[in-house]
């Protein structure tokens, strides 16, 4: 969290700052039944008895937007309100996406080790453009649509699948509204942007690889568990797809023993779910959050 945030808050009110509380659950819960707000980023769970020692809890706020590490209902029927920081890194998932999906396309961006010991590997590492490419965007919210503004400008076509955006939605407006079918079988780039629910989960599988085309790029910069990661790395072994970029996972941090099937792949980037924090967006998302958790303490929210 950003320091400056962070002195805003301990301004107001008492407070214990200790990012390594994520990984010492005995400490977290012996300070909880004081705590009347909580702030966490994506690996806490704040839920079951978490929630249940945090008797005085008022608010939690969410480092970031993803929520399903809280459980938001069990808050809700607690009256504990709870913040994400809305908006505040969508560009940084944004540009995240578009760099992954440049790196991916064109393919020459892992030579230099080559280059550097003599190598010339002109001939294999003739890559794509991004002009001329269809990006297809699963889920069509703020993030997806900032990604669709960048690739419009790289000359890219843009659709995309969300059945939550009513058709003639002004929000629409340079995107092509597709099925999740169509969008598979024409996109040459398939981002994601959608929670992970129970409709969402493995919504990209087995069988939803085999309809994409067999030199399509995936990124999943959205929540870990929408992808089949072994139905994944079977595809890309396989060169039935043509290179992925993920930022997130079925389980995190990533074990070796689940990153093992991605070890030897030269189409791959794996990140550790930064695409949302830059230098920047850490300070927005930090400073909305602590603006936002000292109104409600203020009984101001």
Known sequence: ??????????????????????????????????????????????????????????CVGRLGVGLDNIDVEACKARGVAVYPATGANDLSVAEYVMTAALALLRGAYSSSAAVADGAWPRQSLIGREASGKVMGLVGYGAIAREVAGRARAFGMEVIAFDPFLPEGDARWAGAKSVTLEGLLQLADVVSLHVPLTDKTRHIINAGTIARMKDDAILINAARGGVVDEAALADALNERRLGGTALDVFEVEPLTADAGERFKDLDNVILTPHIAGVTQESNVRVSSLIADTVIRHLDGKA
Request: net charge negative.
């Open 1 to 58: 969290m950003d320091k400056a945030a962070v002195e805003s808050v301990c301004a107001r009110f008492e407070t214990i700052y200790d990012p390594g509380l994520v990984d010492d659950p005995a400490q977290l819960m012996e300070l909880l039944p004081e705590a009347r707000a909580l702030i966490v980023r994506n690996r806490t769970q704040v839920r079951g008895e978490v929630l249940a020692a945090a008797r005085r809890l008022e």
